[in-house]
T-cell receptor
Framework: QKEVEQDPGPLSVPEGAIVSLNCTYS??????FMWYRQYSRKGPELLMY????GNKEDGRFTAQVDKSSKYISLFIRDSQPSDSATYLC????????FGTGTRLQVFP | DVKVTQSSRYLVKRTGEKVFLECVQD?????MFWYRQDPGLGLRLIYF???????EKGDIPEGYSVSREKKERFSLILESASTNQTSMYLC????????????FGSGTRLTVV
């Protein structure tokens, strides 16, 4: 079993939709949870981060962590074509472990 | 802004060649990492380094080695390139006390023919 599982998609939604991206994990030692966004032919860039359980909101983006279920989510409200990218969840102890990434396409 | 620079965007090498991938960061970060990214497999950690002259194996170190002679530079070496090492290689760095502060380079797309 992989330490971090993520549905690879692709996910295709119309502009303005609410997008939900999810990951599950198996290692209860993870404390730091991150979401990275990766545009084509670029390196990943940090989008959101949370420590332990709870919610965090930043503009149109909300990150949720449920440690009891070992489940993390990223919600994107009012999605835009510029949100089209691959979204990677990642978790950290002494090194960063990534999900496989979900490819999102937002069409006008 | 922290900048992580990878020396080449695209590289084509022949099977059996020794290949050097260079990564330089400009923010005095202690920790540096090499990942490879493949479709359906995500990013997988090859090697990482906590400090100069220190190195640790990641999840897939076979066929690779690394060198960290200076704090700002972390090199990935393919001793004898093989076609299954065709991939996107990503370098990252972070400060020791900043669990969130990973910064990635733009990647090197290596093709081994």
């Amino acid at each position: 079993q992989k330490e971090v599982e993520q549905d690879p998609g692709p996910l295709s939604v119309p502009e303005g939709a609410i997008v939900s991206l999810n990951c599950t994990y198996s290692n209860s030692a993870f404390q730091y949870f991150m979401w990275y966004r990766q545009y084509s032919r670029k390196g990943p860039e940090l989008l959101m981060y949370t420590y332990s359980s709870g919610n965090k909101e930043d503009g149109r983006f909300t990150a949720q962590v449920d440690k009891s279920s070992k489940y993390i989510s990223l919600f994107i409200r009012d999605s835009q074509p510029s949100d089209s990218a691959t979204y990677l969840c990642a978790m950290d102890t002494d090194k960063l472990i990534f999900g496989t990434g979900t490819r999102l396409q937002v069409f006008p | 802004d922290v900048k992580v620079t990878q020396s080449s965007r695209y590289l084509v090498k022949r099977t059996g060649e020794k290949v050097f991938l260079e990564c330089v960061q400009d923010m005095d970060h202690e920790n540096m990492f090499w990942y490879r990214q493949d479709p359906g497999l995500g990013l997988r950690l090859i090697y990482f380094s906590y400090d100069v002259k220190m190195k640790e194996k990641g999840d897939i170190p076979e066929g690779y080695s690394v060198s960290r002679e200076k704090k700002e530079r972390f090199s990935l070496i393919l001793e004898s390139a093989s076609t299954n090492q065709t991939s996107m290689y990503l370098c990252a760095s972070r400060a020791t006390l900043d669990n969130y502060g990973y910064t990635f380079g733009s990647g090197t797309r290596l093709t081994v023919v």
